[in-house]
């Protein structure tokens, strides 16, 4: 029988062949109790340590995700301790940046923030960028096109910095808990997940420390570097904040009203279609409304996709939706159903809304109900940026959807006030018209000309089907023309197509005197 001793020039020959040493040996086996092991993992360790592991150097790149939305308590939290540590000339690279985040203007004025790139921002912050805080421009894209810009290397991210309802000791990461310790919950990390998966360094910051493994989880050990456990990652109760709402308002109310028959009506309302809400009130609440007319044909939809609410999955445990696709849970309900229903899945935006990922859930979307700022007489849509000029909004996935359905519904109404929204051009251009099919008001519906058989279908349905040209006449005919907006000759933001093209910039807008 042939021994080591007798194979020792044999695996010294195939060592050398293979450029690998020999083995000499040598091994040291730890018989720690693996539980203490667990429990004291090199990966936990304080913010400011796992900055400095991290390798961060001024001019880098760091990202965060918005799924706490106003609630959010990460991205200050981060920003405040890099300029503690005198970080200066960072790229803040967000998936969308909310009111709470007005403390960055004070750190874009000190040099610690020196460019932006996100799908949407609002508040103080959103006034003073859109007046011309910074000296570069903010790159702003839809959330398909942030995961795809993040996975083909256009949007590098050096660190990302990720806020977790839940996480032990190794980084495996949830946006809930199952701990009776739980002190947060945001559901879905979707747009979390490309940042783990393509970022050179991952921190994860959590609230709610808990035993190894932490399973089912969103984020695994193997893209986490870096663990902090903090007081807490941000407020549960502001989640449903922003554009998410659920609406009592009677025109709100009317046109999601209006939108559900035109879903009722379109040819698309057939058992096993999909469908996904956008945020604003009237488009959510059409959900509600096409209940009722799935219980009396015995229609079922496939999945409910995007932003999930409490409507949903209201309808889902009925058995009237199949399956929840959430790549953003939009209340505490629908974060919660993630949590505990095997049928709901948490998806990446890649798999959500990238244009160049063959298996994006939007490629197989059927129907999607969206709202807008103002949409103009060639069916563009403008969802960033409002009447006066300031940026104070989302790109979302507002164009993803609309460019992959088969049927994209915008519900906008006439006028907010005595502003316009159907418009002879948009203020800033985010949803091509080619993508859009039916814009519902109150004063009818338009359907783009490019789908004569939809406009057809819905006449014949009963529904008031008027020329998009007739709606902006009407909004002049009571409001008058607006004057022109007082824009400045600086650019403040860039708006990128779903492609990486350029699509759009918007400009400053002068400050009104006071």
Known sequence: MSTLNDRKKDIEAQALNMNKPVFNGELVKNATPKSELQASSPKLMTLEQAIIHS???DGMTISFHHHFRGGDKVVNMVVD???EMGFKNLHLAASSLQDVHSPLIEHIKNGVITRISTSGMRGELAKAVSEGLMD???IFRSHGGRGSAIANGDLHIDVAFLGASSSDALGNAAGYSRSENAKSICGSLGYALPDAQYADKVVILTDDLVPYPNVPNAISERQVDYVVEVDSVGDSSKIASGAIRDTKNPRDILLAKEAAKVIINSGYFNDGFSIQTGSGGASLAAVKYIRQEMIERGIKARYALGGI????????????????????SFDKVAAESLRDDMFHKEVSANEYAAAD??????HYLDIVILSALEADVNFNVNVLVGS????????????DTAADSALSIIVCPLLRGRIPCIVDEVTTLITPGKSVDVIVTEYGV??????PELAERLRKAGLKVVAITTLRDKAKSIIGQPDALPFGDKTVGVVMNRDGSVMDVIKNIKPIEK
């Open 55 to 57: 390798g961060l150097k």
């Open 81 to 83: 301790k890099l300029a």
């Open 136 to 138: 570069e421009p903010v």
């Open 309 to 328: 609410t409490a409507h949903m999955v209201k309808m889902h445990e009925e058995g009237l939706i199949d399956r929840l696709i959430d790549v953003q």
């Open 357 to 362: 990922e063959p298996g994006s859930a939007t």
């Open 388 to 399: 006066d000029g300031v940026i104070r909004g989302a790109i979302g996935g507002h164009p």
């Open 446 to 451: 338009a359907v783009n000309p490019n789908r």
